[in-house]
């Protein structure tokens, strides 16, 4: 019997139906499609086909270690599914509150294969059982009880009276005036009644749209599930009609803390800077390598310098790769989404340079056509403008789309010994950022060919001792800073500054005053990683 | 065709699609009892729980923009098979209009005096 079985006394025709839906599965996947992809994941050629909403999913697919906060959005998506459903674990540890996973495999392409076979027996035979439990998980039953609070502090549209009734003797007078202080509403008097119709009263001391409207302003969460943004990325818009009048950004992931993952034995630094944000692994582990070069002050070989270019532009590549075809999605282009799609997997897989020659020559191709999507200039030119090119907090393409030239690869003299020069673009808008990405991409992999050695794996230099040092890496989001200190073998303190820890502050801007879907636009642009941004 | 034909194919649709909303339904009951756990009636999205409920209560006050928005939906609904038929009645039809109209119109009066045009001081 699966976790999330359908309650029934199995029959014939039970079985009949368990064997068809386990033929075809659809999977929410958890944190989102765009980290499975950069773990190297392709979760439609595995068998399972990818859906936008818990409603309409049979699996949850849970993909690498989750922290907490994460952990229990799957547990509020889980609970929304309708049964018989069941829990996939792909490379995920400790999943509380969730049940135990009725399939568990490891972080890769082969495990997730045998796993998607080993899930559809598991269905096709207990997808119906006699008896099964409620799933029953804190988060759910508190966020109710919230809720039945909530549905109490709305009644702030009732009148007066409706208020003392249901209160009953404990809903003293100035109870009242607070609550209504607190929602916002004014009690209508006798006087007002000659104009009843009126709805000044009910709009009174709300805030007013730019355009001097008052309407009764929505909330609405946006996030950390929801499909057209980065999984783990969080924004709550508050909505003036359509239009975003308030954006409140979740600084990361509930429980996902980055500078605390880098402390620890020196030794294993890398593996745990890996761990730092599933979209850009070999960033971090280069960034924490060269930090604890600095502090030990050990240089490297040209070839070793070489090989670390190449390891960090392919992951530029599928990063922008990855990014294209989540951005794709969030627009409605569903050839830019496949493509890129299917061009980042193949980037992360490929295993020597002549296979990375020909996805370089796809990519081009894929770019030209890309940049000649018609109605392209129209759908995204002026969407998630800011009007401070020359900002401060801006970083890696989005500040490169403004005109800077602000790169952390300019520095390197690795970099400028194969001509490097950054792409710097004008627009300072979502179709600016979305070119030079595209166009980084083509020429991060003429630089991987020029490095002629492409590697996933970054080697720590021999003789690390005590110290302090800094390095500075250019990711695929921008340049991240990492300051590391060593005593006796242990990194004691770490101070890390990420590109979305600063481009996250331009969401309000891009946000703010914008209708919803130009919105999400304009925040997808950014290309936020929830993984960097620090509590 | 006759009348009996006829009758007795207006039947046979009503018989089926009775009988396919029944047989959906007995397909969902045969596949097994909904249990009513405490997630799922609580909404959703994006992995968060509603911050608000979706039964939003509105102020009885908004009635009277719906008797106004009703007054002249309606009204535009009875104009278009009066112009139709206006060049065949003539005058008559648009006395016949202007009457109505004119009885629309005392409403609009009257929710003008009532200040229901008006959103802010």
Redo the contacts between chains.
Sequence with gaps: MISGA???EPTW??RV?ARAMARRLGAFV?PGPDVARAYGLDVEAAGLQTVDT?RHAGVLLLVGELPEG?R???A?????MP?PRAVFAVGAGNLAPLPDPDVSVALSQESLVAGVEELRRSLAEGA?APE?E????EV??E??E??EG??HG??H??SGEEEAESDGEENESDQEEDQEEESGEKEIGEDQL???????E???GMPASGD???MEW?????????PGLPGGL?LTFTLDGDTVAETEVEPGIEGHFPAALLRGPVESIAERAAKLDPLTPLAYRLLARRAVEEASGVGISDEEALSRIGALERERAASHMGWAASFGYLIGDGWLSQRAARLQLALLRASNIEELERIRNETENFVRKALRTPLLGSKLGGIGALDDPGAEVMSGPVARAAGSEKDARSEDPSYRKLSFSPIVRHGNDALTRFQLRLEESVQSLDLVLKAGIITDTVSLANNISSGTGTATVETPRGSATLNVTLEDGEVTAVELDAPSTRNVRLVEAVTVGKEVADALVGVGSLDLSPWEISR | MSALQQYALLFGMVVGAVGFVLSVYGIARSLGKTRQEPGKDVPATSGKLSRDPVWARYHVRYYGYALLFLAFDMEMAYMYPWAVVYREVGLKALLDMGVFLGILYLGLLYGWSQGAFRRQR
């Design positions: 359908r309650q029934a025709f039970h139906v958890v818990p994460l229990e959005a799957a509020v998506a889980y609970a929304q049964r119906f099964t409620d799933f029953e998980a759910v039953l966020e109710k919230g809720e909530m549905d709305h009644m549209h009732g000659e104009n009843f119709m009126s709805m000044i009910m709009t009174e001097g409207l008052i929505v909330p609405a969460p946006y996030g950390p599930l929801f969080s």
